[in-house]
């Protein structure tokens, strides 16, 4: 019980500002990634995409490669200040990056359908955190080409959980960002390593 609940009593996670975040590096951490493990389609095919970020990025990914109309995914690295940061540096907490997915999808399917999957399947209310996963690097955040569609829907949501007793919703959502594509051994994870831990943290309460 005591390491469950270690969290209460770490220090608060603080985000870091441009000049205190890591400088980073000039290359990327994954230049020549390979075809996705089980959509097998370029990690970078272009097409209608959005930065999803509710956590950990190993079961958001899964969650997304199985959803009807996903064309691919890809887990990365965005909404901070550090180029090219490595898996170590963004769990430092210096940064300033989310564990994000990518997911590229279909016109079968909108941008709409795609946020409603990401906010029923975390806690958007916990700041920077979900769960026993602590940091800003697990904070609830959306990058998109359309953040009008899409802070209306956080928005709407944020009210719903407000109605069932939950306190403020803690989602950022920002215009498209820059996206650095993590290290081959992240990628589609949970396929590679089936046991692997990665919890996802729904409240229950759906979007309609």
């Not at 996963?133 to 959306?142: A, E, H, P, W």
């Amino acid at each position: 019980m005591m390491a469950y609940m270690g969290f209460l009593f770490a220090p608060k996670p603080e985000m870091v500002t441009a000049e205190t975040a890591l400088r980073g590096g000039s290359v990327p951490v994954n230049p020549t990634p390979a075809p996705h493990a089980v959509l097998d389609m370029p990690l970078d095919l272009a097409g209608n995409e959005i930065l999803v970020g509710i956590g950990c990025f190993w079961g958001a990914e899964r969650m997304y490669w199985e959803m009807p109309g996903v064309l691919t995914t890809s887990v990365g690295y965005a909404g901070g200040f550090t180029p090219n940061p490595t898996y170590r540096e963004v769990c430092s907490g210096r940064t300033g990056h989310a564990e994000v997915v990518r997911v590229v999808f279909g016109d079968e399917i909108s941008v709409e359908d795609v946020v409603v999957k990401a906010l029923e399947a975390h806690d958007p209310t916990q700041g920077y955190r979900q769960g026993n996963d602590v940091g800003t690097q697990y904070r609830s955040i959306f990058c998109t080409h359309e953040p009008a569609r899409v802070q209306a829907l956080v928005d709407a949501y944020g009210r719903k959980l407000e109605e069932n007793g939950f306190p403020p919703i803690t989602t950022e959502v920002t215009g498209m960002q820059p996206y650095y594509l993590a290290e081959e051994e992240h990628q589609q994870y949970l396929h590679k390593v089936p046991n692997g831990y990665c919890p996802i943290h729904s409240t229950g309460i759906k979007c309609g």
